[in-house]
């Protein structure tokens, strides 16, 4: 009998059969999350529906040493659920329960495969939501919100999933129950909630999450101003900042963004225009009049040539769509594109934006810019043909351009987490003592290392291999960036 | 000035020898944890602002900056720290980092782990290492910045922290209601679930207190519309957050802060109660024994300190379940793995 079939027969033991895909057409579609250019055909997929059953996988696991990934929804952008050589694939998509609602409280526990939207969905009857918007919140779990502390547009104001949840009930490796947090708003202890937000599924699996919700705003407005340059731009969102102002959201997009979204869905922004910004305000509604309004004027200060502030709901999501189109609009321009994720000090986006066309230039690609101006979180979309075989050069492209955020005193990833995409890049951002305590960290999570091995922190052997080993916080040269 | 070496020194030869050490921020009172036996290693003088940019909303400073001169220099470009933390002449901001106490404004604005973007510290083997960064979106390597956020200097000390800073609002008025007790909870809980420029709400018997923020003319629409009293100022707050008001110095009980469900009643335990946080954090003045009170927060999914009134070795902090308390153990040693800074402050074996 293989090691594969010996499992299964132990699994049977935990979960229904049913529960246990095994035929290469079940597991194929788990073979890659949104990061598609990395895929592997998984060795076993479970699907657990009680948590019962996980802890018993998971002493399973940990008693054989057979190491597991832990799978939300699938849409993370950095390859965190890529499936292992032989290794377990849990998904997670059973445990889709809102499991109470209180609204005096203003909180909802809920399982982790639950849906971002969903939970906005069942507290709105309570005049209440959940803040935090990835883009993809209509598919993303909020488990996979909490491993990859997953941000969106509102983040600004709002914060990131770790400032909006208020406790995580996680397993251990060792299948052990540990409750991080309380329901104040603050727990005993080091804060381990923290630490597990962004931790990739690396050190525990969530299985209950109690998320805080928020009154809705009472009133949102929209405005969306057109510059011709994107240094004038980038100053407009820094003056309404320092005029004290703090927005919803504070969205840019270039020139190659604007017009192939126009292409796409004519959402009515100017083609002429170099850089858009849309910037919505929200909460009662005499204070937002009155910033929807100071921020109209640092604008107009800032050389816009046109400011429009959306009259109705339909204008106002009309000012969105072309935001929220941005992807299938390029990837409508281009067979494939790769999506970057770094973020920077604002007061630099125009300068690096103009080093991202550069880089661009160089390797004859293509790049258009849709970032979250507000907060520095740039999104390079590198348009490419993988027929063509340019993927490695279009991820040289990538890391240079990561590597330029690190230099501006930025970091690798804003929002979509390490997987295995950024291993590399991780080399350039921190120090081997940093990566040290990042692996002493795992290990006192899991000590054997069979939680999600391989992904988020590069091991010291691969960092000396490119040669970043003694790198620390952008203070690199230029050394050519090898790939083994 | 920079005395990062010097520091560094220090905890290098303590590591080598495994002698303790007592880190001290501003030299305050040790009156909050439990006591530590060990050399003192002193921040005091490891101070300055490093990095501020007011459009990029993030201040780098030393550890041992006083939180007061942090604040004036923030002031002056009107802005401000929004966990708004409490602070004594001497506090220092890594000492209030490491404390992760909060004021009146946390529900509203975050607490002090939700503004620490990054940290650069030194580790219990004395390396100089840094966490997280000076930008607002940042998910590179486990979040070790956040984790310092009150760990007490028991995994690190704090050389430089990078915060998130605020705007100070246009306009801050305070407004009273009179309230009896049974009252209070379902007041706030109602407040809480509206959206209004509350920036602090609290009740202290028999008094509702409520404070707004932001411009004049919302201020004034949302006081018409709450039909509650105003007060000439703020100081209310400022005396809640620094403990001044009746409720903490009169009285020889002991004082407990309680984590809690904001709605869910207070425990049946005796003593006088003050809410604050809309109900999220509750102070209790009693004789009550600490066993019983862990028990109560325990049972309510909060979580209790015992903040004045304990002995050196007594108990401070809610006891953590076993599985719980092995995470933490394990931390530590990565971190700290001879147990030389403060050891003991937080937890007897940590
Ligand atoms: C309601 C309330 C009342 C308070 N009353 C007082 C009071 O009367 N007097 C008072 O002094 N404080 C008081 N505090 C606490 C004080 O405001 C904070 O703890 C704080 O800012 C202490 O700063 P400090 O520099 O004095 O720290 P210290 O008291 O020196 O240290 C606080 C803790 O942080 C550690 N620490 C200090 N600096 C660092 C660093 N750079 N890196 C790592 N760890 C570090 C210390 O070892 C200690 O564990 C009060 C807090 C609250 C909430
Ligand atoms: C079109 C599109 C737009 C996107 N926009 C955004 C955006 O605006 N902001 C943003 O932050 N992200 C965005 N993303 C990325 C992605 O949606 C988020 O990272 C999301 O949080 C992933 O959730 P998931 O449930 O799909 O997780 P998965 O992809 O299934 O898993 C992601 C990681 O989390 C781990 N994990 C999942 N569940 C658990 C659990 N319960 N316990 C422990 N570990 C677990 C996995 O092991 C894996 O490492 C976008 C993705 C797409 C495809």
Redesign the pocket.
């Known amino acids: 009998m293989t090691r594969r079939d010996a499992m299964i027969r132990r699994l049977q033991a935990i979960v229904p059969d049913e529960a246990i895909l095994r035929r290469p057409e079940e597991l194929k579609p788990y073979e890659c999350?949104?990061l598609t250019a990395y895929r592997r055909v998984p060795w076993l997929v479970v699907l657990p529906e009680h948590e019962s059953q996980l802890v018993r996988i998971l002493k399973l696991c940990h008693d054989e040493k057979v190491p597991l990934?832990?799978?939300?929804?699938?849409?993370?952008?950095s390859g965190?659920?890529l499936p292992l050589e032989e290794g377990l694939l849990v998904s997670?998509a059973r445990f889709d329960r809102i499991l109470e609602l209180d609204p005096l409280g203003r909180t909802a526990r809920v399982q982790?495969g639950v849906r971002n939207l969903a939970i906005s969905g069942a507290a709105r009857p309570h005049g209440l939501y959940y803040a935090p918007d990835?883009?993809?919140q209509i598919a993303?779990?909020i488990?996979?919100?909490v491993?990859?502390n997953?941000?969106?547009i509102h983040c600004l104001k709002y914060g990131l999933t770790v400032h909006n949840v208020i406790a995580l009930r996680c397993l251990t490796m060792e299948g052990e129950t540990v409750i991080l947090g309380s329901a104040g708003l603050d727990g005993p202890g080091y804060d381990l909630l923290a630490l597990v937000h962004g931790s990739?599924?690396l050190l525990a699996?969530?299985t209950e999450i109690t998320v805080r919700l928020l009154p809705l705003p009472g009133c949102t407005r929209t405005l969306l101003a057109a510059f011709s340059t994107v240094a004038a731009a980038a100053d407009a969102v820094a003056a309404v900042i320092e005029a004290g102002l703090i927005p919803a959201a504070m969205e840019m997009m270039d020139r190659p963004a604007i017009v192939a979204v126009e292409d796409y869905l004519q959402a009515g922004y100017p083609r002429e225009a170099a850089a858009l910004v849309i910037c919505e305000l929200d909460g009662p509604e005499a204070q937002v009049e009155a910033e929807a309004a100071a921020a109209r004027r640092q604008f107009e200060r800032h050389g816009a040539f046109r400011v429009q502030v959306a009259q109705d709901e339909a204008e106002r999501q009309r000012f969105w769509q072309g935001r929220k189109s941005a992807?299938p609009a390029i990837g409508r321009i281009t067979p494939d594109y790769y999506c970057m994720d770094g973020t920077i000090p604002r007061h630099r986006v125009a300068e690096v934006l103009a080093g991202i066309a550069r880089l661009a230039d160089k390797y004859g690609l293509r790049v258009a810019n849709v970032f979250h101006a507000g907060d520095g979180n740039l999104h390079p979309l590198i348009m490419y043909d993988a027929a063509a075989g340019e993927l490695e050069k279009v991820e040289r492209l990538g890391r240079e351009i990561l590597e330029l955020c690190v230099q501006v005193g930025g970091t690798i990833t804003g929002?979509?987490?390490v997987?295995v995409e950024k291993l590399d890049s991780m080399c350039r951002q921190f120090g081997e003592g940093e990566l040290r305590l990042f692996h002493a960290v795992k290990q006192a999570f899991d000590p054997r290392g069979l939680l999600?091995p391989g992904?988020a922190v590069p091991t010291l052997a691969r960092c000396a291999e490119l040669g970043g080993m003694h790198v620390h916080q952008g203070r690199l040269p230029h050394p050519e960036l090898v790939r083994f | 000035m920079d005395l990062t070496e010097a520091l560094q020194e220090q905890v290098s030869t303590s590591c080598r020898r495994g002698t303790s050490l007592r880190i001290v921020g501003g030299g305050s009172k040790a009156f909050y944890g439990r006591a530590v036996e060990g050399e003192v290693l002193a921040l005091g003088e490891h101070r300055g602002v490093v990095a501020y940019q007011p459009s990029e909303l993030v201040v780098t400073v030393r550890g041992g900056t006083p939180l007061a001169e942090l604040e004036q220099v923030l002031a002056a470009e009107g802005q401000m720290l929004g966990f708004e933390p409490p602070h004594f002449c001497p506090a220092t901001v890594g000492g209030a980092v490491a404390a992760g106490l909060s004021g009146p404004r946390r529900p509203f604005a975050g607490a002090v782990r939700d503004f620490v973007l990054g940290v650069r510290l030194l580790t219990g083997r004395g390396e100089v290492l840094s966490f997280g960064g000076q930008v607002m979106k940042n998910v590179a390597g486990f979040d070790l910045a956040r984790v310092l956020a009150g760990s007490l200097g028991t995994l690190g000390v704090i050389l430089e922290v990078s915060l998130k800073v605020l705007p100070k609002p246009p306009l801050e008025v305070t407004l009273r209601r009179r309230l009896p007790p049974q009252q209070a909870l379902g007041a706030m809980a109602e407040l809480m679930g509206r959206d209004l420029p509350l920036s602090g709400l609290a009740y202290d018997e028999p008094f509702l207190y409520l404070r707004l923020s932001g411009l004049p003319e919302v201020i004034e629409e949302t006081a018409a519309d709450l039909g509650a009293e105003y007060l000439p100022d703020n100081r209310f707050w400022l005396d809640l957050r620094e403990q001044r008001l009746a409720f903490f110095t009169a009285g020889e009980e002991s004082l407990w802060r309680l984590a809690w469900p904001p709605a869910a009643p207070n425990p049946d335990l005796p003593g006088r109660w003050l809410l604050d946080w809309g109900g999220a954090q509750r102070w209790l003045r009693t004789t009550a024994e600490p066993d019983a009170i862990f028990q109560a927060a325990a049972q309510a999914g909060g979580h209790a300190t015992w903040f004045r009134g304990h002995g050196p070795a007594d108990p401070v902090f809610q006891p953590l379940p076993p599985q719980l308390f092995k995470l933490h153990k394990a931390l530590k040693e990565a971190f700290d793995p001879k147990r030389i800074l403060n050891p003991g402050r937080m937890y007897e074996d940590l």
């Open positions: 999350d949104g990934v832990v799978r939300g929804a699938g849409t993370g952008l965190g659920a997670l982790p990835p883009s993809s993303c779990s488990g996979g919100n491993a990859e997953a941000g969106g990739e599924g699996v969530v992807f929002e979509h987490g997987g999600n992904k």
